[in-house]
Nanobody
Framework: QVQLVESGGGLVQAGGSLRLSCAAS????????MGWFRQAPGKEREFVAA???????YYANSVKGRFTISRDNAKNTMYLQMNSLKPEDTAVYYC??????????????????WGQGTQVTVSS
């Protein structure tokens, strides 16, 4: 059974930075795409960024130029470096893994495993 565990969330002032990590375990990983999504109170879950096994990336327009997604396949870990944070970035951030597609995707349907989420709060 695949497990995804996020870490690195917290409280930060606007303009600050945080680095999220997502550690995957439970299977031999090969070509899985991974992604980050977020959900603010009262809103639907939204796409943040995604990355293929080979490192191709895809970002939501709202975070492009501020966030950087990366992965270390040897460690089965994905990262999200978040810079220039804004209050509107406040949300629970979820990592996701797809065994169905290799290319990064902004849709939730290709992802069949999800982490428990980590809270990111940006104060103004």
């Amino acid at each position: 059974q695949v497990q995804l565990v996020e870490s690195g969330g917290g409280l930060v002032q606007a303009g600050g930075s945080l680095r999220l990590s997502c550690a995957a375990s439970g299977r031999t990983f090969s070509r899985e795409a991974m992604g980050w999504f977020r959900q603010a109170p009262g809103k639907e879950r939204e796409f943040v960024a995604a990355i293929s096994w080979g490192g191709s990336t895809y970002y939501a327009n709202s975070v492009k130029g501020r966030f950087t997604i990366s992965r270390d396949n040897a460690k089965n870990t994905m990262y999200l470096q978040m810079n220039s944070l804004k209050p509107e970035d406040t949300a629970v951030y979820y990592c996701a893994l797809s065994t169905k597609v290799a290319a990064p995707s902004a849709r939730t349907s290709p992802y069949d495993y999800w982490g428990q989420g980590t809270q990111v709060t940006v104060s103004s």
